[in-house]
């Protein structure tokens, strides 16, 4: 039972656009939702989050948009770098607790 | 600071046999996470622990697989008897209580192969 899905497996862009990665999930109550970038070889790490009670919440190049009533949350990268091709995982929890993942989106930027 | 510690990184096994991942969680974080990463289902809750005792654990695939956490510095995945099947990236992560977002502290992975 998939309650957060990320429906792009890969992503291709060029260096200097926007990144758009999507994401839906399905439990009304997730309140948290976070966005991991993992390398190669590596865990994954933490790049930005948002609770439930904001629309928007934007860190650098980084930004995260939330529509609750739509169940989608997307992360924006501008301008892209090489240096951010990686597989980025969409997570939600209800309770800081049980976070569950999408399945990922591999990004490649091309120089 | 040292981060979630995993062993081994690596793993070859014969189908039949017992494996058993190790985690080191960040000192002070009360709860941990075990995921698995395949390629079709990305990461997968197997289950999670807060202040060492077993919250959840409805996503360990069956009776196989086994987790424990005997203290909070240290806990373990168990799979016995492995198949092919559980072959993949098995991660253990660390969270502290006082974190308002839920960040996760992942390890680099335990590689399993299950010949």
């Known amino acids: 039972d998939q309650q957060v899905k990320q429906n792009s497996p890969s992503l291709s862009v060029q260096e200097g656009r926007i990144s758009i990665l999507n994401c839906d999930y399905t439990?009304?109550?997730?309140?948290?939702f976070l966005w991991y970038k993992k390398y190669p070889a590596e865990g994954p790490t933490f790049l930005i989050s948002?609770?439930?009670?904001?629309d928007k919440n934007e860190d650098g190049r980084f930004t995260v948009f939330l529509n609750k009533s739509a169940k989608h949350l997307s992360l924006h990268i501008v301008p892209s770098q090489p240096g951010d091709s990686a597989v980025y995982f969409c997570?939600?929890?209800?309770?800081?607790?049980?976070?569950?993942f999408g399945a990922g989106t591999r990004l490649t930027v091309k120089p | 600071d040292a981060g979630v510690i995993q062993s081994p990184r690596h793993e070859v096994t014969e189908m039949g046999q017992e494996v058993t991942l190790r985690c080191k969680p960040i000192s002070g974080h009360n709860s941990l996470f075990w995921y698995r990463q395949t390629m079709m289902r990305g990461l997968e809750l197997l289950i999670y622990f807060n202040n060492n005792v077993p919250i959840d654990d409805s996503g360990m695939p069956e009776d196989r697989f086994s987790a424990k956490m005997p203290n909070a510095s240290f806990s373990t995945l168990k799979i016995q008897p492995s198949e092919p099947r559980d072959s993949a990236v098995y991660f253990c992560?660390?969270?502290?209580?006082?974190?308002?977002?839920?960040?996760?502290?992942f390890g680099e992975g335990s590689r399993l192969t299950v010949l």
């Open positions: 439990n009304s109550m997730f309140d948290y």
């Open positions: 992560a660390s969270a502290g209580g006082g974190s308002m977002t839920g960040e996760l502290f």
């Open positions: 948002i609770s439930s009670i904001k």
């Open positions: 997570a939600a929890s209800p309770n800081n607790n049980d976070m569950r």
